[in-house]
């Protein structure tokens, strides 16, 4: 499948931003969407996955503050990203897995085999 991204760009610290990311091919509800983000000069991150059947996962740094979800009429995975902070600064990338994945693998980038371009996220102070 393909993954393509879009949102992003400069927000301001308290603001808001919603990226999407549209996937290519007919079996999407099937997939385990999820998004990851890398800062520069850090490792890449695990921030958030959907399941098949709705469950969500988020990583703690964004509970509360960041929604996961999916429209599989649009072959679409949304994140809302609510009350940003300056650490949110990163490129995030949208991800999908084939199937379903157990909750112990869901934050594990390797199980994903598709990933986007990524689209840039900055947050100012």
């Known amino acids: 499948v393909q993954l393509q991204a879009f949102g992003g760009g400069l927000a301001q610290a308290g603001g808001s931003q919603r990226l999407s990311c549209t996937v290519s091919?007919?079996?999407?509800?099937?997939?385990?969407l999820g998004w990851f983000r890398q800062a520069p000069g850090k490792e890449r991150e695990f921030v958030s996955t959907?399941?098949?059947?709705?469950?969500?996962y988020y990583a703690d740094s964004v509970t509360g503050r960041f929604t996961i979800s999916r429209d599989n009429a649009k072959n679409t995975v949304y994140l809302q990203m609510n009350s940003l902070k300056p650490e949110d600064t990163a490129g995030y990338y949208c991800?999908?897995?084939?199937?379903?994945?157990?909750?112990?693998?869901?934050?594990?980038?390797?199980?994903?085999?598709?990933w986007g371009q990524g689209t840039q996220v900055t947050v100012s102070s």
């Open positions: 991800v999908a897995h084939r199937g379903p994945l157990s909750s112990v693998r869901v934050s594990d980038q390797e199980e994903y085999k598709d």
């Open positions: 091919g007919s079996t999407f509800k099937l997939y385990t």
């Open positions: 959907i399941t098949w059947n709705n469950t969500t």
